[in-house]
């Protein structure tokens, strides 16, 4: 087992024996109030012994654990004495009387600030900083706490109550020599101070030294933990112009047990749970305001005191009611230059967004730049942007290329519905949610764009197919009567011309009924071809031509037809519908039966036909639903294919039928 790891659960076993031992000392206290002072201490200061221990299981060879667990169990301690003290003073005789600890009680106050202190010279990795001067600042550290309690333990000076009568355990120096060491012990206390500043500067030092975003992002937990020392100090500020006393500053301090220890903990086990550079310029903003506040508080308090004679603590505040109301619009601007320092990546981002819509309306920019704005603004190269196109599943990039992206997908909303997806790269969870929110607008003109160059697109497909169709459709219908009907015609024509000339040697009777013949021939092929171009039997109405296609159906054919009038036009269109999924469903489909539905309601005619066949059908370029697809949106209509393999196939074309 390391050492760290040793020293870490020894100090958790000592916390604990103090803790029974508190438990002890209450049951002869019997005062409530005792009880819940260490209940709730003992409680706060559990957190920091517990992190203290997992981050020394989890990274055995760092101190940091053990300084944190050291961190609990001072406070344990000081609640610990506290007891004691209560006892020795409420019920006299139930305890000996420690000279020991009424001797090193009376500097002792001074080891609270050694733990964060030596946190913040070794936090993250529990190595000093290179340098002489780091080395004499964590010796400084350990040796400043021992020699004033040393100091002020051989003050001669009676100790105060309830040790008033405690022998020194140190013993008292001669007089003069108490004189020395004096002035020595008063000194100690600015060398602390110079300690603790020397500690705060090695965090600094630190994180402008670091590379590695992952160390950077380590520091700033554990400075987002710090900075309940400065809320300490201005919830205190705020307790003596409210209370007149210090009493709120218990709860900062409180705040403070639990803060930097879960900092700790997340920094060097999760850097990664949270934006901390969200957290940290909220937190420095707001505590910024609220200084801000509490100084204007004092500042009206005092002069509402000066010029009415007697202090008025509802016209102080109102009058800081009224500053509140004028820092409010200035808040966003502070925001703004705390992030700038904080947390530029949110700033940064939040501009470039901010610039390429202004240059976007001022006809400068495009907006499908906004993937090529963020990567450059958040310095980010693996974020990507994709655009859900409207009324599908379906997400392209800008481009209108199948989207795929490696990485975790932020939604972007719009009212309610999601209209992309933010893909991120190294930028953090948090802020990818503000950015989407941020850049909807710019989504939503992006894919709307989209979605018309894709329609333009289809619209150009199919009217170049309806004219290759059309064209084919001539070249067919050319042939199909010059080998034909016209051929017979011709053949017809100079049968007859040569009969004419040879009369009396034809034989009339023959040579008419073989006219005949081809005539009527020559007819049928004319019919057939005009069939093709609409079919004769829909001059008696669209139910009548699709009952007689639905006969030559080698299958049973279920019939729904509406009886109301279909305009000739959309006439003909259902009707090849139907006859071109008819025949697929004979051709490719192997079902046992069909369901054709033509139904009239709300300026819609809806032509459906179902079959139970083995499905899979689909649209494919050159195809015959190809075709009839670009006939029914000719006619302004849409048409729809489904239905997955098993499942047999669904054809709906709806067409606009106007009243």
Same mark, same amino acid.
């Given at each position: ?298 500042? #009206? ?104 992206? #490696? ?122 071809? #005009? ?101 029914? #949106? ?26």
């Amino acid at each position: 087992m390391t050492l760290p790891r040793l020293v870490s659960y020894g100090l958790a076993a000592f916390a604990a024996a103090l803790v029974g031992a508190g438990g002890w000392l209450l049951s002869i206290a019997a005062d409530p109030g005792q009880v819940a002072y260490f209940a709730t201490a003992c409680l706060l200061a559990t957190a920091s012994v517990g992190l203290g221990v997992l981050i020394a299981t989890k990274r055995p060879t760092n101190v940091i654990g053990a300084l944190l667990t050291f961190f609990g169990l001072l406070a344990i301690w000081v609640a610990w004495t506290d007891v004691y003290a209560y006892v020795v003073a409420h019920r006299p005789g139930a305890l000996p009387v420690s000279s020991l600890l009424a001797t090193v009680s009376q500097g002792a106050w001074m080891l609270n600030y050694v733990p964060a202190a030596l946190l913040m010279l070794l936090f993250p990795d529990g190595r000093l900083l290179p340098g002489r001067r780091w080395q004499v600042t964590a010796v400084g550290l350990l040796v400043v706490p021992a020699a004033f309690i040393v100091l002020t333990g051989l003050d001669p000076a009676p100790f105060p109550e309830p040790f008033a009568g405690v022998d020194h355990a140190f013993g008292t120096p001669p007089p003069a020599l108490a004189r020395v060491l004096e002035p020595i012990a008063l000194v100690l206390l600015p060398g602390l101070l110079a300690l603790l500043v020397a500690s705060a500067t090695a965090m600094v030092v630190r994180y402008r030294r670091a590379a590695d975003p992952i160390r950077r992002a380590q520091l700033k937990w554990f400075a987002l933990g710090a900075l309940f020392l400065p809320a300490t100090l201005l919830l205190c500020w705020l307790s003596y112009l409210l209370l007149d006393g210090p009493d709120l500053a218990v709860a900062g301090l409180a705040a403070t047990l639990i803060a930097i220890p879960a900092a700790t903990a997340v920094g060097i086990l999760r850097h990664d749970l949270y934006d901390v550079d969200k957290a940290l310029s909220a937190t420095v903003t707001y505590g910024l305001v609220t200084a801000a506040l509490l100084a204007f508080y004092t500042v #009206a308090a005092f002069v509402v005191g000066v010029v009415a004679g007697r202090s008025s603590p509802a016209a102080a505040a109102g009058a800081t009611a009224v500053c509140a109301l004028v820092l409010s619009p200035l808040r966003v601007r502070l925001q703004h230059r705390v992030d700038r320092r904080l947390y530029p990546a949110r700033q940064a981002a939040l501009a470039a967004i901010e610039d390429l819509r202004d240059r976007m309306h001022a006809g400068e920019a495009a907006p499908e730049r906004l993937e090529e704005t963020l990567r450059q603004a958040l310095r980010d190269p693996k974020l990507r942007i994709g655009y859900r196109m409207p009324g599908t599943d379906e997400v392209v990039s800008a481009t209108g290329a199948r989207f795929e992206a #490696a990485g975790e997908p932020t939604p972007i909303r719009l009212g309610g519905q999601q209209i992309g997806v933010l893909v991120r790269g190294e930028t953090t969870r948090e802020l990818m949610r503000e950015l989407a929110d941020a850049c909807a607008l710019l989504v939503e003109v992006v894919r709307l764009r989209l979605q018309l160059r894709r329609a333009l697109g289809d619209v150009e497909a199919s009217r170049a197919r309806l004219l290759r169709a059309g064209y084919a459709e001539r070249v067919r219908l050319e042939r199909d009567l010059h080998d034909g009907a016209q051929q017979r015609l011709v053949s017809l024509g100079m049968a007859l011309r040569l009969a004419q000339r040879h009369l009396p040697e034809t034989d009339i009777a023959g040579l008419l009924d073989q006219a005949v013949a081809e005539l009527g021939t020559a007819v049928a092929e004319l019919r057939q071809i #005009a069939h093709g171009l609409r079919p004769s039997s829909l001059d008696e109405g669209l139910a009548n031509a699709l009952t007689m296609l639905a006969r030559g159906v080698p299958l049973p054919v279920t019939l729904d037809i509406g009886a109301e009038p279909v305009p000739e036009e959309l006439a003909t269109t259902a009707y090849y519908v139907a006859s071109e999924a008819l025949a697929n469903v004979v051709k490719h489909s192997a079902a046992t039966s069909v369901h054709l539905r033509v139904s009239r309601s709300d300026d819609q005619l809806r032509v459906t036909i179902r079959d139970d066949g083995v499905g899979g059908a689909c649209v494919r370029p050159g195809g015959g639903l190809a075709g009839i697809t670009d006939r029914v #949106a000719a006619a302004g209509g849409a048409l729809t294919v489904a239905g997955r393999p098993g499942d047999g196939t669904l054809v709906e074309a709806v067409l606009p039928c106007g009243s």
